[in-house]
């Protein structure tokens, strides 16, 4: 079982050959974030949509670990778009010019630490129907970081693998690329993997499509986040009142 992310050697030596379908595709920064004269954020968690898609910007995701404010900012640029190296040199000035009105949420804040910029290609691999190995997550084709399909895409490959073929396969003599490509044709990892795709080149529309459906969509968007923040909200007040009332 070959599951050896990006790496491209291990296929090589095989005569497994990748075809790029969509060269940076997204581009992830990582990047922790402080709060600015004061002790902490006054959310858990937030996830910021761009507010204009001319600023080529899917979303910006604040999150907690290792005792820190980890910040994904998902953009959709070339790797020698100068807004990047902006991003390097002054990245609050950055943010704050793709995502104005991001302070207001935030609160001032300040960058910490190395900014780490990432494009994610999207491929698909030619020649990996042979005998005795199979390929699995990024190995057979990548996700795009953005649309969040990466763990769903190589656990189903894990599941469908164990539950659907490997005990058949390993009944019977030989490993032949006839039993190799029943996994690879197995229904539920195709529709896992053209969901993947789908995902991605979806997300990406929905940021950076210019026109006024796609401007309707984004609303539609906002509208139905808005209104399930606004529900868990009031989930969340009613069981405290619960709690104190007991």
């Known amino acids: ?29 990582g990047f922790n974030v402080v709060p600015d004269g004061r002790d902490k954020f006054q959310f858990p968690a937030l996830t910021y949509f761009t507010e204009d898609s001319a600023s080529l910007v899917s979303y910006l995701t ?44 935030t609160g001032n804040f300040k960058i910490e630490g190395p900014v780490k910029i990432r494009p994610a290609d999207l491929y698909v691999t030619h020649g990996h129907r042979q005998s005795g190995i199979v390929l699995i997550g ?12 990466g763990t769903y895409k190589a656990y189903t490959d894990v ?4 539950n659907g073929y490997i005990p058949k396969w390993l009944a019977t003599g030989g490993m032949d690329a006839a039993k190799i490509s029943q996994f690879y044709d197995d229904a539920e990892k195709r529709a896992c993997d053209e969901y993947s795709t789908s995902q991605a080149y979806s997300l990406r529309a929905m940021s950076i499509n210019t026109g006024l459906v796609w401007h309707a969509r984004r609303w539609a968007r906002f509208v139905v986040r808005f209104g399930l923040g606004a529900i868990r909200n009031l989930r969340e007040i009613a069981a405290a009142r619960r709690i104190a009332n007991s």
């Open 1 to 29: 079982m070959l599951a050896s992310g990006l790496g491209l050697s291990l296929r090589h030596a095989l005569g497994i050959e990748r075809e790029i379908v969509s060269p940076c595709h997204s581009i992830t920064i």
């Open 62 to 105: 604040l999150f907690p670990i290792r005792g820190a404010m980890r910040a994904n900012l998902m953009v959709y640029r070339s790797m020698d778009d100068p807004w990047l190296s902006h991003m390097r040199h002054a990245p609050e000035a950055a943010i704050h010019e793709v995502m104005p009105n991001l302070g207001s949420m």
């Open 138 to 149: 990024d190995a057979f084709s990548t996700s795009c970081p953005a649309a969040g399909t």
């Open 159 to 162: 599941e469908r693998l164990c």
